[in-house]
Each structure stands twice: as structure tokens, then as C-alpha cells.
């Protein structure tokens, strides 16, 4: 099939690499356009950017998908589906509509569960055990089309977002494969979302990455996981008499008690409002990721407990 590629970051690259492989014919990949990025701010191209490349792949950039002369070039490209995977802009009418096939997209969570930007981030946040990735025709509403394909999977109870987007996205590649395939043989059905049941995965604003200590234990341990690597959950420690800013990556749930936010023991274990958490890889600020033992043999004399 001749294939439009829509995607942005590294959760679609295998996806994107499974159509390639497969055999399609990707006339024309679109992602974001390239941002400053680093110390010395220099543009940077998405990895969807940087692999289309690698393949020789035409790749286009636009601002906006809404102007007609953008809607002209997408027509032009004569595609039988277009696939879509963490683009990261809205399709409005005219691009849904303009390949013969429609539009695919590759969605992280089992809805109408977690519809929007962040639903890894928010399944594991919710304390959620179990989600999966989805393959949906897409229409003009949010993540509200009607589902082809399903894999479901387990989330531990000490998995990082990080951990599941990996595991996420190598799924997703397999399940959106085997959905081209069965949409060549005119086998790929379409069962229409439930109506009950639906939540939204609103984006992760920085005002509610820091820990609050008085929520229990386990609503922080999900805190934790769900913003780790990033954004990262943090909190603040007073060492060598100045505010030193901690971002937690990787915690347990731990026995004990106290007022919350008091440090508890010598291995980092942090009062909650009901339980504890304990704390097993942090990031000091400048400092590279470290799991507790050596973050604690360089920070001195701790603190009885973080600033509140």
C-alpha cells in the first residue's frame, strides 16, 4: 500500500520501521518541525524526522495541517492510508479523509480509557494494573474512533512510564503491522468504542510534578513511577544550608509512619500521609541519575525532613 506516515518521538519509530519492512510503500513521512534543543540550542530534528531520512523518505514539517495548501501537498501524495502515531497535531477533515483508506492510529491505553496526550503517564499515575495499545481508525473527535485491534498487558506494580512506553511501543509496532496486513486482505474490522468508561489523559503540566508528601503512600509511589524518567516527580532537601532540588525515579512502598515528608531512616524512606515510600534512584539537580546508597554518601547530613 502506498503509506503516509504521521509520527514525532521515539515511541514510533518501531512502528514506523515495522511498515517499512513490511514491504509498503511510505510515499511521505510528516512530523514535527525541528526545535532548539541542548546548551547551545541548535535545532534538532525528531527521531521520526532523522529515520525517514535514513530511508530516503520525503519528510514534511508543516506548522498546522489546517490551511488548504497544506491539504493540496497531503492529497497530492495519493496515499491509500495514512498512519499516525504520536504525531503530536490535530488532522482536521480534509486530511482524515484524503487517502483512500482513511487513517490509522496507534493510541497507548485501552479505550475509551485515557483518551489525549499523556495516557501512559496517566494510567500509572491512577494506580491502574492493566492497559494495552490500540489500533483505531481515526475521526474528528479525541481518540474517539471506532477499534480495529488490541493487545493488553500488565502494569507492575513498580514500573516507571518510562518502562512501559518501551514496552508499549514495540507491542504497538506488532499489533499496527498485523493491521496493515489485514487491511490489505480486506479483513480488518471495526467495533466502535464503548460509551461508558471514558477518561481523559490531559497533558502533564509542570505545577503537578512535585511530590506531595501528605497524599498516602501508595498515591505518591504512583506519583513517582508515572513522571519517571520524565518529567520527573521532585521535591526539595535543605543541603549545606541551601534548597537542593531532588527528582525521584524509582521508589517502593515501605513500612512506617510520621509527620509527611519526614525522612525516616538512613535508606531514604520518606513518611507519607498514610505509610512510606522508599526511595531508590534519585536525581540531584546537575547530577546524573543515582540510586539511593550513593546519592546519600554524597549529600552529607541530611535534613529531618524535605521542605514542605
Known amino acids: 500500500m502506498r503509506v503516509i506516515f504521521m509520527g514525532t518521538p521515539e515511541f514510533a519509530i518501531p512502528t514506523f520501521t515495522e511498515i517499512v519492512s513490511s514491504g509498503h510503500e511510505v510515499v511521505a513521512v510528516y512530523t514535527r518541525a525541528p526545535k532548539p534543543a541542548g546548551r547551545g540550542q541548535a535545532e534538532r530534528k525528531s527521531p521520526v524526522h532523522e529515520a525517514a531520512e535514513s530511508?530516503?523518505?520525503?519528510v514534511?514539517?508543516?506548522k498546522s495541517l489546517k490551511g488548504a495548501a497544506e491539504q493540496d501537498v497531503f492529497r497530492l501524495?495519493?496515499?491509500d492510508l495514512a498512519v499516525v502515531v504520536a504525531y503530536g497535531l490535530i488532522l482536521p477533515g480534509p486530511i482524515l479523509d484524503a487517502p483512500r483508506l482513511g487513517?490509522?492510529?496507534l493510541h497507548g491505553s485501552l479505550l475509551p480509557r485515557w483518551r489525549g496526550a499523556a495516557p501512559i503517564q496517566r494510567a500509572i499515575m491512577a494506580g491502574d494494573t492493566r492497559t494495552g495499545v490500540m489500533v483505531m481508525k481515526?475521526?474528528?473527535g479525541l481518540d474517539t474512533g471506532p477499534v480495529a485491534l488490541v493487545d493488553e498487558m500488565a502494569i507492575g506494580p513498580d514500573m516507571t512510564a518510562g518502562e512501559l512506553h518501551d514496552s508499549m511501543m514495540r507491542l504497538g509496532a506488532d499489533l499496527m503491522g498485523r493491521a496493515l496486513a489485514a487491511l490489505e486482505r480486506g479483513s480488518l474490522d471495526f467495533t466502535p468504542q464503548a460509551e461508558e468508561g471514558v477518561t481523559y489523559a490531559?497533558?502533564?503540566?509542570?505545577?503537578?510534578?512535585?511530590i506531595d508528601f501528605s497524599r498516602p503512600a501508595e498515591a505518591v509511589h504512583n506519583h513517582i513511577r508515572g513522571l519517571s524518567p520524565f518529567p520527573g516527580a521532585w521535591f526539595e532537601l535543605i543541603l549545606s544550608g541551601k534548597p537542593v532540588r531532588v527528582k525521584a525515579l524509582r521508589s517502593t512502598l515501605s513500612e512506617g509512619q510520621g509527620t509527611p515528608g519526614t525522612i525516616l531512616d538512613d535508606g531514604l524512606t520518606l513518611a507519607c500521609g498514610t505509610g512510606a515510600v522508599r526511595l531508590t534512584q534519585v536525581q540531584r539537580e546537575g547530577k546524573a541519575a543515582m540510586d539511593a546508597a550513593t546519592f546519600l554518601r554524597g549529600a552529607g547530613e541530611l535534613p529531618a525532613a524535605v521542605v514542605s
Open 55 to 58: 530511508f530516503g523518505i520525503p
Open 60 to 62: 514534511f514539517t508543516p
Open 77 to 79: 501524495h495519493d496515499a
Open 103 to 105: 487513517c490509522l492510529n
Open 138 to 140: 481515526m475521526d474528528e
Open 202 to 210: 490531559q497533558k502533564i503540566e509542570k505545577a503537578e510534578t512535585r
